[in-house]
């Protein structure tokens, strides 16, 4: 799905309250009851049906057919939404520009702040060539059926983030991180092309040594991206790479970690020999040439994104790829919100599924304050409290959502590619 920012200025303070009930309520159920949106989002005049058309009609939210209760699921769309609010109350971002890059996984479009400084927003997507394979594993995602899509992509960006920010912290050739919330990941702009794009460098031999130490420099700090081709590697105007895409990557204490090492080094001299027949005798061994100083993994584990979170991105990301090795199918996201629930039973998530989520909003803790304080005055017409989780902050009218205007593109003499 193709990000559109146009509508995020003109959205009223009740419509993103009936999306963020929609996000709510996509922790225990695959499709969230129109009657639980309307009372998770405790509309002070009603009219919830009402708005959750509109949304529909701009897909931010998807009703599914042939359901036996009447229902919506969230969208990519709405979840994009979500997150720009966040992060454009944040200061991350405050306008958007062209797209600049599109993959299987992710959408990278231009953004700026409000100082006019430009940086990268990537937009994780995962599972949106996959859907009918996942549907058939079933027996691991009976519970997540689909906030699992929402919930990978999040573990995707969060995963990313974590790992950009102490690599950055140490050293490495990576974009600076900015923020992340939900499936979003703010960086900053590189001014380098993918080594796929180049077909000349002025010394393929030195290049080759340089992206060999690297991978050996990586593995010596616990660490292996385990997708280091052409696609995910920049190289600058003085020909030095800088590393980026990060969900793949994993510690060296991993139990396929020499596999994913030597497959990273092949991937080189594969490409090496087909593009600039540079072809060299010399290359890194997992168990001759890594030996660990640091533990770049366990300060990542650190920072929020945890073993368990790893475990539980490995698990969905592999039925992913399995699923596209299988069939190649692509199913538009069109379709995915058109299918219809197979049980009318609504599955428990887990603990940590979406933890996090309330303070990543942000606006929820502080309604729910807000809301108290307004019970505790005697506020007449006021709905009872029923609990923090079920609450969604009160946002007055008059709050205006930064403005969301194109970013001009760098002329075509500095083309930047990402």
Known sequence: ?????????????DEFRVLTATEMGTR???????????????????????????????NLVSRVQ??????????????????????????????????IGVGKESDIYLVADE??????????????TSFRTIKANRDYLRN?????????????????????????????????????????????????????QVHDVEDPGKLYSTLMNLIVRLACAGLIHGDFNEFNILIAHDDQPILIDFPQMVSTSHRNAEMYFNRDVECIRTFFRKRFRY??????????????????????????????????????????????????EEVSEDEEGSEGVDSEEDGEGSEDELDG???????VEEANEDRNEENEGG??????????????????DDQVVPSITPVKPKPASSKVTV
């Open 144 to 196: 997540r059926q689909t906030g699992s899509w929402l919930y990978l992509a999040r573990l995707a960006a969060m995963k990313e983030f974590a790992f950009m920010k102490v690599l950055h912290e140490n050293g490495f050739p990576v974009p600076e991180p900015v923020d992340q919330n939900r499936h979003c990941v703010v960086m900053g702009l590189m001014d380098a092309y993918p080594l796929c």
């Open 279 to 328: 072809e060299s005798a010399l290359y890194p061994k997992f168990s001759r040439d890594t030996e660990r100083e640091f533990s770049l993994d366990v300060q990542v584990a650190a920072s929020g994104f945890t073993k368990k979170h790893e475990q539980e991105f490995e698990k969905l990301h592999k039925l992913f790829v399995e699923g596209e090795e299988k069939d190649g």
């Open 28 to 58: 225990n159920h695959e499709v969230v009851p129109t009657s639980l949106i309307a009372n998770i989002a405790q509309l002070k005049h009603g009219g919830g049906s009402k708005i959750l058309g509109d949304l529909a009609k701009n």
């Open 357 to 363: 989520e309330v303070e990543e909003r942000g606006e």
């Open 379 to 396: 506020e007449e017409g006021g709905h009872d409290s029923s609990g923090p989780d079920s609450r969604i902050p009160d946002e007055s």
């Open 1 to 13: 799905m193709k990000l559109n920012p146009k509508l995020l200025r003109y959205m009223s303070s």
């Open 66 to 99: 042939n359901a036996k209760y009447d229902g919506y699921r969230l969208t990519y769309g709405g979840y994009d939404y979500l997150a720009l609010k966040t992060l454009s109350k944040r200061g991350s971002v405050y306008s958007v520009g062209n797209q």
């Open 115 to 128: 100082e006019g400084n430009q940086r990268v927003l990537k937009l994780h997507r995962l599972g949106r």
